[in-house]
């Protein structure tokens, strides 16, 4: 017996409108997370920085969905508003992104979030492109 794909959607009796704006959100928080899984194992998609935290917030609605190729700007932002801000203060200090100012601003990190270490390795891309944002004399791998 042979196994037809099914590309035709029909609903059972129950299904009501509240179903499919349900699904269509679910829908799309996989998509992006598959684009994420794509991405990571070497693929040509962009870095949605996508992990399972975003995918099971826009699915339950938590958290909205950025448009295709966007990377969750919302949860990011916070960091890299952190590194721009970091570089106006600490410009004179540290003129170059090092081992020794990473040190500080994981510091300055977690006493501002109260966050451990899982949380510095999470943001500190997006801290790292703040500090730089506008700078094109350095640049570095994050």
């Excluded at 992990?51 to 909205?64: F, M, P």
Aim: hydrophobic residues 30%.
């Amino acid at each position: 017996m042979a196994t037809e794909m099914m590309t035709e959607r029909r609903d059972p009796a129950w299904w009501r409108a509240e179903h499919s704006s349900g699904w269509d959100r679910v829908r799309e928080a996989f998509r992006r997370d598959w684009e994420q899984t794509k991405h990571d194992f070497g693929g040509d998609e962009p870095d949605l920085k996508q992990d399972v935290n975003d995918t099971v917030a826009q699915a339950a609605g938590k958290r909205s969905i950025p448009p295709p190729g966007v990377p969750n700007w919302d949860e990011y932002e916070p960091a890299a508003r952190f590194g721009h801000g970091a570089r106006r203060h600490y410009a004179s200090t540290y003129p170059a992104w090092d081992m020794n100012l990473e040190s500080r601003l994981r510091e300055d990190w977690r006493t501002m979030r109260g966050g451990d270490v899982y949380d510095w390795e999470r943001y500190r891309g997006a801290v790292y492109r703040g500090w730089h944002y506008g700078d094109d004399s350095s640049r570095m791998s994050s």
